[in-house]
């Protein structure tokens, strides 16, 4: 009888412990799903620090790199990369952008669509300047060259 009682009471801690453990990691999940949704979609707004190559720079203030969503621009050290650094320079260099996170790519590099403080697209202007391509597989057409 004290036996029974015993493994009764022992069974329902066991069923109470495996549902607050099931609603911890369904909070668990919750939590980084909503982190991960809330850091993609977060916006920056610094000025520029340095520009890396034609698709790539920082900003004050920011650890982490900046990739130019929808751009792709030979890098320093391939035919036009120099062209696409300068042009990228001259564009956005001592400016104040504001730039959408979208993405982290595999270089841990935040992926954001940036703008100049007149609202101009970043991406955009190095695509019509000729200095760097739309980067389609990403853009998926988004500026109308693929």
């Not at 809330?38 to 340095?50: F, I, N, P, T």
């Not at 320093?76 to 042009?87: I, K, M």
Request: aromatic letters at 8%; hydrophobic letters at 40%; proline letters at 1%.
């Amino acid at each position: 009888m004290i036996g029974r009682f015993l493994i009764h009471r022992f069974t329902r801690l066991l069923r109470r412990a495996a549902i607050l453990l099931m609603a911890l990691a369904i909070a668990a999940a919750f939590m980084t799903k909503t982190e991960a949704q809330a850091q993609q979609s977060s916006a920056l707004e610094a000025r520029v620090s340095k520009i890396l190559d034609g698709d790539t720079f920082t900003l004050s203030g920011e650890s982490r790199r900046i990739r130019v969503w929808g751009l792709d621009a030979p890098e320093w050290d391939q035919q036009g990369g120099s062209n696409a650094t300068a042009t990228l320079r001259s564009l956005i260099s001592g400016q104040t952008l504001r730039c959408n996170v979208l993405d982290i790519d595999r270089y841990g590099r935040l992926v954001g669509q940036c703008f100049l403080p007149d609202g101009r697209d970043i991406a955009a202007e190095m695509i019509r300047s000729g200095a760097a391509t739309e980067y389609c597989r990403y853009s998926r057409g988004f500026y109308g060259t693929c």
